[in-house]
C-alpha cells in the first residue's frame, strides 16, 4: 500500500504478555528488525501497553520483551482494553503524526492484535497485518482446543481482504513490509 504515511504499531509484546506464546523469539526478532527498519525510513513507531488485573504497569512483566524500547519521542499508548484505541489516545497520537496506514505487530494474535488492526481499518486506516510478526499462546476457547498457529493463520486469513468503505487491508511477511 504505496502512498500512504504508515507509523509501525507494535501491541502488547510485553514480558508476561509473550510468556508462553508460539515463536515469541522470533516474533520479538522480527519485530525489532521492523522497528529498526521503521526508524531508518522514517516511519513513526507506536508502542501499546496493556495493563490490567495480573499484569499492573509498572511491574516486570508489564515492561517490553527484552529487546524492544521505545526511543525519545516515541509515543507510548497504555490502554486497558482489547481495541488499543478504546479510552486511550492512540487515534489523536496517529492523526498527529499524519498516519493513513498502520502496520499491525504484536500479541495476543486473538484479542489485543485482531480487535485494535479491525478498529484501525473501521477508522479508515489501511491496515498491514505483518503475517510472522504477531502471536499468541494456544489452549482451551470456549471449551475447543485450539493450537496457537491455528489462531494466527485465521487471524491472517481474517485480514487478507477486509474492507471498509475507506480503508482496506492487507497480510504480509516482515520480510515485505515497505514503509517507503
Not at 143 to 159: P, R
Request: charged share 20%; net charge negative.
Amino acid at each position: 500500500m504505496t502512498g500512504q504515511r504508515p507509523a509501525l504499531l507494535v501491541i502488547d509484546l510485553q514480558v508476561d504478555v509473550v510468556d508462553g506464546c508460539h515463536d515469541a523469539d522470533g516474533v520479538i526478532a522480527r519485530v525489532a528488525a521492523l522497528v529498526d527498519r521503521a526508524r531508518g525510513e522514517g516511519a513513526p513507531v507506536v508502542w501499546v501497553q496493556h495493563s490490567g488485573p495480573g499484569l499492573d504497569r509498572g511491574t516486570p512483566g508489564w515492561r517490553l520483551a527484552h529487546g524492544l524500547a521505545p526511543v525519545d519521542g516515541e509515543p507510548v499508548v497504555h490502554k486497558t482494553h482489547r481495541d488499543a484505541f478504546a479510552g486511550t489516545e492512540l487515534a489523536q497520537v496517529l492523526a498527529e503524526l499524519g498516519v493513513t496506514r498502520v502496520v499491525v505487530v504484536g500479541a495476543q494474535s486473538d484479542y489485543c492484535v485482531r480487535t485494535t488492526a479491525a478498529a484501525a481499518a473501521a477508522r479508515g486506516y489501511a491496515v498491514t497485518l505483518v503475517a510472522d510478526a504477531h502471536t499468541t499462546y494456544g489452549g482451551m476457547r470456549d471449551g475447543v482446543a485450539i493450537g496457537a498457529e491455528q489462531i494466527i493463520a485465521h487471524t491472517n486469513q481474517y485480514f487478507r481482504g477486509l474492507t471498509y468503505p475507506a480503508a482496506r487491508s492487507e497480510v504480509v511477511r516482515a520480510a515485505d513490509v515497505a514503509f517507503a
